[in-house]
């Protein structure tokens, strides 16, 4: 047997009982209002967002190599010895070969396994940033509730075998929960018109979510089912390969790709936003509460790991595992 962790990060949604992740379906920029006056509103863009799998080069065999059109080496420094190094090494031990392919309308199934489904809830300590007890506590992994807002329950139309405006799922039947990497300074939440405190969030975040199961050595599929006229197709992990993982990500193109930008990438996550499309009912701009991070001290790095930008996941109220 081998452990095989399936990693979410970027705007992922997840439902009450941790058991299925959803990305955003935002195939084109969106502008929103930001800040609302007596004279003028100020608006900004949100750029698309893209569902996505990567996997490690050397993982997968060479059927699945030929199905991804992307190669890019990842680095992974601001989560030192979350993810297993490449075999044979690289000479910059900070980065990862992988494979990148996005997804429109895909449900991702992973392998049978007897792994129980059990969830890491160690309670968080009162200072609000990780310590060796607690760092792997799901309990950093953000809720709607703590943003303050009201639209704080998802829609059950998202959570169905086939949802229309989710572009692509995954459910966790089995297996350990827990928080992958959450950085070392903290989010508050602020109104998205006029940036004033709302909620009770007080505290770090998960950025990197894991799900953990036992695979067999042999070689195993993980099924990436089409629906809504999304393509079907299949990833491969070869046989004896250790701890193999995966990622299940939707953040924007330059995140994904870990392109830099100029300008500061802190403060009030925009992006965020995208996720009040998944809320039951209809959202006024006035409910909207998104996560700020607080500036990280000096050395700490910059806290965005792995090209998810400001994007976090969250947790939102209602549904469970769903599907067949």
């Known amino acids: 047997m081998r452990e095989f962790s399936v990693f ?78 490449d075999n044979p090494p690289l000479a910059n031990d900070m980065v990862r ?19 129980p489904a059990t969830l890491d809830e160690a309670a968080l300590t009162a200072t609000g940033i990780p310590t060796p007890a607690d760092k792997t506590s799901v309990r950093w992994l953000a809720s709607m509730e703590s943003l303050g807002t009201t639209a704080k329950t998802i829609d059950p139309r998202h959570i169905v075998e086939n949802p229309t405006d989710v572009a692509a799922y995954i459910r966790f039947p089995n297996g350990r929960i827990s928080t992958a ?16 405190p709302a909620g009770i969030l007080d505290q770090a975040v998960a950025q990197l979510v894991v799900c953990r199961f ?12 089409g629906y809504n006229g999304g393509d079907s197709f299949d990833i491969t ?27 500061d990438k802190f403060g009030v996550d925009l992006h965020f936003q995208l996720v009040y499309a998944l809320a039951e009912g209809q959202v006024s701009d006035a409910e909207v509460a998104l996560p ?22 969250i947790r939102f109220s209602g549904g469970s595992t769903g599907g067949g």
């Open 181 to 196: 990497f959450a950085p070392q300074f903290k989010f508050v939440s602020v109104n998205a018109l006029d940036a004033k």
């Open 292 to 313: 700020k991070s607080i500036d990280p001290a000096p050395g700490i790095g910059e806290g965005k790991p792995l090209g998810a930008g400001g994007c976090v996941p």
């Open 237 to 263: 992990f070869k046989e004896g390969v250790a701890e193999p993982w995966m990622v299940f990500a939707c953040t924007s193109l330059e995140d994904a790709l870990q392109l830099r930008l100029d300008g």
């Open 8 to 85: 979410v990060t970027g705007i992922a949604a997840f439902v009450e009982d941790y058991r299925r992740a959803l990305a955003v379906h935002a195939p084109r920029p969106v502008s929103v209002k930001i800040r609302e006056g007596r004279r003028h509103s100020d608006y900004a863009t949100i750029p698309a967002h893209f569902a996505h799998v990567r996997v490690p080069l050397n993982d997968v065999d060479a059927a699945t190599q030929t199905l991804f059109p992307i190669m890019h080496d990842w680095n992974v420094a601001e989560v030192p010895g979350v993810f297993r190094a």
């Open 214 to 225: 036992d695979v067999s050595g042999a070689a195993f599929t993980v099924k990436c089912r």
């Open 97 to 115: 070969q992988t494979l990148v392919k996005f997804l429109r309308f895909q449900e991702v199934i992973l392998p049978d396994s007897e792994t």
